[in-house]
């Protein structure tokens, strides 16, 4: 199986600056690695897929990059909605999807 | 428009059983997997199991094999996660979702909170 780490676990950013978060895969995953966000109460929501695509209506502030074993999601400018928390999926071993852990961006 | 509506919510006692429902539409049901995610209160989300409603073709997460049954009727458009067992440790939100293998998972369900207490 592979094994998706994320880091930091709690992410303290203040409002309109820039959030950077990692993902890392204990395998290669090629280009097959997608972003959720998730806030309270909520269903997860795609945000990026293929590493760096945006799904259809997320914000260019977001972006991700990243190949193979590592991956970074970027917001460049947090606005308050954007307080959650953010998980990794790599789909390249379908279909045994496996998540990170999740990092929690919080107000600092 | 695409949906995926899940059943409500659910409180059990341990050791009963418990069939949790998710339909799908807007889209050709047969065409697409249709997974499930668990999440425990507070943790992270956590990958169960994938049916292809087309052929019923079903996969589990080592994890999750023998723990629950994903089951789907093509034609209600409905797939299923089923305890027949449960125990404290299976209360969590469960998440049914549409994975693809280009583009991550489109689609959720609104999720079923299972609680399981005597």
């Known amino acids: 199986e592979i094994v998706m780490t994320q880091s930091p676990a709690t992410l303290s950013v203040s409002p309109g600056e820039r959030a950077t978060l990692s993902c890392r895969a204990s395998?290669?995953?090629?280009?097959?690695l997608a972003w959720y966000q998730q806030k309270p109460g909520q269903a997860p929501r795609l945000l990026i897929y293929g590493a760096s695509t945006r799904a259809t209506g997320i914000p260019a502030r977001f972006s991700g990059s990243g190949s193979g074993t590592e991956f970074t999601l970027t917001i460049s400018s947090l606005q308050s909605e954007d307080f959650a928390v953010y998980y990794c999926?790599?789909?390249?071993?379908?279909?045994?999807?496996?998540f990170g852990g999740g990092t929690k961006v919080e107000i600092k | 428009e695409v949906q995926l509506v899940q059943s409500g919510a659910e409180v059990k006692k341990p050791g009963e059983s418990l069939k949790i429902s998710c339909k799908g539409s807007g889209y050709s049901f047969t065409s697409y997997w249709i997974g499930w995610v668990r999440q425990m209160p507070g943790k992270g989300l956590e990958w169960m199991g994938i049916?292809?409603?087309?052929?019923?073709?079903?996969r589990y997460s080592p994890s999750f094999q023998g723990q629950v049954t994903i089951s789907a009727d093509k034609s209600i458009s409905t797939a299923y996660l089923q305890w027949s067992s449960l125990k404290a440790s299976d209360t969590a939100m469960y998440y049914c979702?549409?994975?693809?293998?280009?583009?991550?998972?489109?689609?959720w369900g609104q999720g079923t909170l299972v609680t399981v207490s005597s």
């Open positions: 395998q290669s995953v090629s280009s097959n």
């Open positions: 999926q790599q789909y390249n071993n379908w279909p045994k999807l496996t």
């Open positions: 049916i292809y409603p087309g052929d019923s073709d079903t």
């Open positions: 979702a549409r994975p693809t293998s280009v583009a991550g998972i489109d689609y």
